[in-house]
């Protein structure tokens, strides 16, 4: 069961997380000697309420909207966000849609006009993983197009032991190396 917990740091606002109050408290700037109260409740529309009447009668500024409509529309955010792509830091439409949907705004979200994120990528031997150079590419697909052998397992124990027969396969059928 997840239990949300609702904070107080006096004097600037009444929080709400389901992660650990102090790990988000920390994220935010603050320490655990700043929070004065901790409610810990089981239901997302009972806290959210709550967060936001507690805030009004407190005289903070409040969210727009509840907790629960706001992760919903954080979920729909990040389905297409440059953050899910590995190493890379927020766009500036990401930005601007994560501010967006904050403010109770509608976001328009599409991936193939937003999402301009393309791998780069190392053809040939100028790929650090790549141990062929492409002479030797070409010296194999040469080679083999003689026809004197009878398969390409029987090339590759004959002429290069030392490269996986996959590799081999790959080069021959061009599904690697297509660029030579």
Known sequence: ???????????VKWGMT????????????YTLNDV??????????????????????????????SYKKYIHLYKKLHTYSPLSKKGHKKSQTHCENI???????????????????????????????STLTESQVIEIRNNYKTGSY????????????NIAIHIIRQILTYKSWKHI
């Open 99 to 129: 501010s967006l949907s904050k403010k109770g705004k509608k976001i328009n979200w599409n991936p193939l006009t937003q999402n301009n994120w393309k791998p780069r990528v190392m053809i040939g031997s100028k790929n650090p993983n």
């Open 1 to 11: 069961m997840v239990k949300y917990y609702l904070y107080h740091i006096k004097g």
């Open 36 to 65: 004065c109260e901790i409610i810990e409740i089981s239901d997302i529309d009972t806290a959210s309420d709550l967060e936001q009447q507690l805030n009004i009668r407190d005289g903070y500024k409040n969210q727009i909207h």
């Open 150 to 161: 009878q398969s390409m397992a029987s090339y590759q124990k004959l002429c290069y032991p």
């Open 18 to 29: 389901k992660r650990t109050v102090k790990r988000r408290v920390w994220e935010q700037g």
